[in-house]
């Protein structure tokens, strides 16, 4: 029986965590997110801080020779940055997780890391900016104003990331298999018309 994997990427400030935990309690299956460093830290043999660095966000940068001695080279080539060896570690993970588990995983490129398996629900949220400030607010216990700041670049730095390691464009419906904005049914009406979805899919 295929494990059933579900994608969750999303807008900062929509609800994406929380929709994952409500859908990871309910399938009794894991969640994973910053879980993933961890994993990707103890496989690869690298310090949590460098995955913690790069999450998330294109980096060329200063890890060149670190990656060389630890024989981190891209499978397409013989630069250890052409496609960023990190991210090749993370994509490792992913896959290795998708093979033995059933499991939820936001962000991080995952739809497109899985593309190819049978398992896979991809699923993007967003919500209206009002929500969306609101929600970033009470979270980090800042202003509205730092809030949408937070936001913008929040979005800046995910839409960056997917687009430049995969061949989609992050937000665009017909990138995901389904797209919601969590505004209209709210955290937990959305949770339960994916539950619906999900269910629907796997008959």
């Known amino acids: 029986m295929k494990n059933l994997i579900i994608t969750i990427g999303r807008q900062l400030g929509s609800g994406g965590r929380s929709v994952g935990k409500l859908l990871a309690e309910h399938y009794g299956i ?3 997110d910053k879980a993933l ?4 830290a103890e496989q690869s043999g690298l310090g949590k801080e460098f995955f913690t660095n790069a999450d998330e966000h294109v980096s060329r940068s200063s890890l060149r020779s670190l ?3 630890r024989g981190l080279v891209s499978s397409h080539s013989n630069s250890p940055l052409s496609n960023d060896a990190l991210f090749q570690v993370q994509s490792d993970v992913i896959r290795e997780l998708a093979s033995k588990e059933s499991c939820i995983i936001l962000g991080r490129c995952a739809d497109y890391i899985l593309r190819d398996n049978p398992g896979l629900i991809s699923i993007f949220l967003s919500a209206d900016k009002e929500d969306r400030l609101k929600r970033i607010a009470e979270h980090d216990n800042i202003s509205i104003e730092k809030a949408r700041t ?5 979005d800046k730095k995910r839409a ?3 687009n430049y390691y995969t061949d989609g464009v992050w937000g665009s419906a017909s990138t995901y298999h389904l797209c919601i904005n969590t505004s209209v049914l709210g955290i937990k009406g959305t949770t339960q018309f994916l539950i619906q979805y999900i269910d629907s899919r796997n008959k």
Do not use: K, R
């Open 150 to 154: 937070l936001m913008e670049q929040g």
């Open 160 to 162: 960056t990331y997917y």
């Open 37 to 40: 460093i961890n994993l990707a």
């Open 30 to 32: 894991s969640l994973y």
């Open 67 to 69: 990656i060389t001695s």
